[in-house]
């Protein structure tokens, strides 16, 4: 299988397979040592690498069918991994335990720790799916925010906090929740500085992620480099798959991705 160099990429191939009707979804952390099999095993029995024409085929008698998705964690020998499936039969269903709807908000489709991927209005049309960072993430910057604004030793302090969360992927949930962060470091900053304006905020929101192919690496060239305790990707990889929209967030991907575990 193939595993893109930005998790704004993989991001995007997850959002899109679920408006696509891959609805149901279980996902987990691997050891980069265990990948491969998780993969071969995933491969064998749920046919998630037959081709989009088989796929199709087997939708038609009401099998369903299964995409599996993966991504390194930051500074971890470890890979998250996101199993997939349409509605109809399916053995996954069977053998894996915790299999959810995107839907139920119990249950949201999680990006490691830091973001959902939640359904919204959309004005004349109907809701689409986009990301959004989950409700402790946007208490934790407001934390941070609280207390950068508060240090008085070094001012600058709250700009290295809004040059970061202007850093996060610009899908348009989270980008309306930047705007929110916005607001919350003005608030901030009156009730501290006793000053109508923060002189450290940009004019402008920063962009919104765009979509499009992007090529992937082969999963064995990435497991061997975590196993020899290399980065994932070499800069090489990263940035020749890189647009101007993508730029901005190349910097930022240290931010996301903590394991838990």
């Not at 359904?119 to 208490?139: F, I, Y």
């Not at 940009?202 to 480099?225: D, H, L, S, T």
Request: overall charge positive; hydrophobic content about 40%; some cysteine.
């Amino acid at each position: 299988m193939l595993i893109y160099p930005h998790k704004t990429t993989t991001m995007q191939s997850l959002s899109t397979a679920v408006s696509r009707g891959y609805v149901w979804h279980i996902s987990g952390v691997v050891r980069a040592d265990r990948f491969l099999n998780l993969e071969a095993k995933f491969a064998n029995l749920y046919s998630t690498e037959i081709s989009p024409a088989l796929r199709y085929e087997r939708k038609k008698v009401g099998i369903a069918g299964a995409r599996f998705f993966a991504h390194p964690a930051h500074r971890s020998p470890h890979l998250f991994w996101w199993l997939l499936l349409t509605e109809g039969v399916h053995p996954a269903r069977e053998c894996e335990q915790g299999l959810a709807r995107v839907t139920d908000p119990k249950n949201r489709l999680l990006y490691a720790s830091e973001f959902e991927l939640v359904q919204t209005p959309h004005e004349g049309s109907a809701p689409r799916w986009t990301w959004r960072l989950q409700p402790q993430k946007v208490e934790a910057w407001h934390d941070e925010i609280r207390l950068a604004v508060r240090h008085r030793k070094d001012e600058r302090a709250v700009q290295r906090v809004i040059m970061r969360y202007y850093r996060l992927p610009g899908f348009r949930g989270v980008r309306e929740q930047i705007a929110g962060l916005r607001r919350f470091t003005v608030g901030e900053w009156i009730r501290a500085k006793r000053a109508r304006e923060c002189p450290y905020l940009p004019k402008r929101m920063p962009p919104y992620v765009r979509f499009g192919g992007a090529p992937g690496v082969q999963a064995e060239i990435i497991v061997n480099r975590l196993l020899e305790g290399l980065p994932p990707f070499t800069d090489e990889m990263k940035f020749q798959t890189a647009t101007k929209a993508q730029a901005p967030y190349i910097e930022a991907e240290s931010e996301w991705g903590e394991v838990d575990a």
